[in-house]
């Protein structure tokens, strides 16, 4: 399997060479947030450092706690801060076209939540070959893949996801004492965080010798796929009584679908903790989510690179505390 993914690397990086700028996605696609002068902040110092904060996307609210942690961040440095997303989290050639165009405007690091763990490599290494420090957040770049390229060691935040999304499974298998049938829906697959989730959550539900696993899809974060993709599974496999879902967002497509079809009895857990799983939780809809302190990984992303920058040794990982969150801690 290693060596396939590297073969997979070496095949992209030629297309990536030969893509012109015609062929991105066009500038307007791409979000970037209020700027700070807007916001009412104060101007940065002449000599300070520019940081860009590049993630998946904001119509997902982990990241946009992401970017109050950084801007906090910013705020404390007095340094300058460029928040730049695609549209989707699934869009990684907008992602792609970010890293270009902060390679061209020579920023002094860039702090990246990558859509994908692959596929992000070759750009991150050029802007590594120009100088430019890199820090990962939140989902983990291919070790072989950087490897392979010759990309020097690269620090990363993030939360232990297999433990996290083992402890937010092992919840509701808990609540399991005769047969039931069980299934996943999965982030991007591509994506190390979904593949560690995807793992934690299998352990505990394995764990249960009652339970098994009928149905493994991947929803790719998104609500409207959750919804969708929890229909099909539904569909197939009347009698699930438990799903996990690797993130929140497709927790809640896959809750409305629920809803819509009347299905009650069943017991989903999921993960990151957004204000509506809560509400959701509260009202029962939901047993379980995982607090992985968004604003946390922004704050501590953004610290790493100015350290870096300011030559100061910065740790090879750095794991955020995440937080199971249930109807008994909200209380």
Partial sequence: MPFLRWLCILAWIPALVACSDSQRPTV????????????????????????????????????????????RAQKELGIELLVKTASQETSIEQQI??????????????????????????????????????????????????????????PF???????????????????????????LLEGIRSADNARQRKLGAERAFKENPLIQIVARETANWKIDEGRDVAKRIFSAH??????????????????????????????????????????????????????????EQGYQGILLAHRALQGGKVPEVVLVEARLVTLESLK
């Fill in 97 to 154: 076209q970010i890293i270009e165009d902060l390679i061209r405007m020579k920023f002094d690091a860039i702090v990246i939540a990558p859509g994908d763990s692959l596929r992000l490599v070759p750009v991150l290494k050029t802007a590594q070959e120009a100088g430019i420090q890199i820090i990962n957040i939140d989902n983990r770049l291919d070790a072989e893949a950087m490897k392979g390229l010759g990309m020097a060691p690269v």
């Fill in 28 to 71: 307007p696609e791409v979000v970037a947030s209020v700027s700070p002068q807007a916001r009412g902040e104060p101007d940065p110092a002449p000599d300070a450092r520019k940081i860009a904060l590049v993630m998946k996307t904001l119509t997902n609210p982990f990241f946009i706690e992401m970017e109050k942690g950084a801007r």
């Fill in 238 to 295: 009347p009698d699930i009584r438990l799903l996990f879902c690797a993130n929140d967002m497709m927790a809640l497509g896959a809750l409305q679908y629920l809803q819509e079809a009347g299905r009650d009895g069943v017991l989903v857990a999921a993960y990151d903790a957004l204000d509506e799983a809560q509400r959701a939780i509260r009202a029962g809809r939901l047993q379980v989510t995982v607090n992985q302190q968004a604003a």
């Fill in 157 to 183: 935040i993030s939360v232990d996801n297999e433990k996290a999304a083992y402890a937010s499974a092992a919840f509701i298998a808990r609540q399991v004492h005769k047969p039931a049938k069980a299934a």
